[in-house]
């Protein structure tokens, strides 16, 4: 029932801020208890998990990421928008947006979206 699909430029140049939109639909993102996340996959890595943004709007990120990602939300539109500055070839890979049922467990996910970054 929940249908979740991510939106964005493919392509992104080194330095600049890569921003991702997930929109919702079939179930509210405000809704309790959910957690609403962002995850990636490079070429030959495993799912990263980067951070997300509770039913609350409280926000949580990777370590390896807080400096540079920023989840915010739109509850009239019923999306959440990653936002990743300073971005790098490393940072190359496909973005999914993905409901957090409780516990680390995905019960809803977006189909991908693949972002490159180069000049």
């Known amino acids: 029932q929940v249908h979740l699909q991510e939106s964005g430029p493919g392509l992104v140049k080194p330095s600049q801020t890569l921003s991702l939109t997930c929109t919702v639909s079939?179930?509210?993102?405000?809704?309790?208890?959910?957690?609403w996340s962002w995850i990636r996959q490079s070429p030959g890595e495993g799912l990263e998990w980067m951070g997300a943004i509770t039913y609350r709007g409280s926000t949580y990120y990777s370590p390896a990421l807080k400096s540079r990602a920023s989840i915010s939300r739109d509850t009239s539109k019923n999306q959440f928008t990653l936002q990743l500055t300073s971005v790098t070839p490393e940072d190359t890979g496909v973005y999914y947006c993905?409901?957090?049922?409780?516990?680390?467990?995905?019960?809803?996910w977006g189909q991908g979206t693949q972002v490159t970054v180069s000049s």
């Open positions: 079939g179930g509210s993102i405000t809704t309790a208890y959910y957690y």
């Open positions: 993905a409901r957090d049922g409780g516990m680390w467990l995905y019960d809803y």
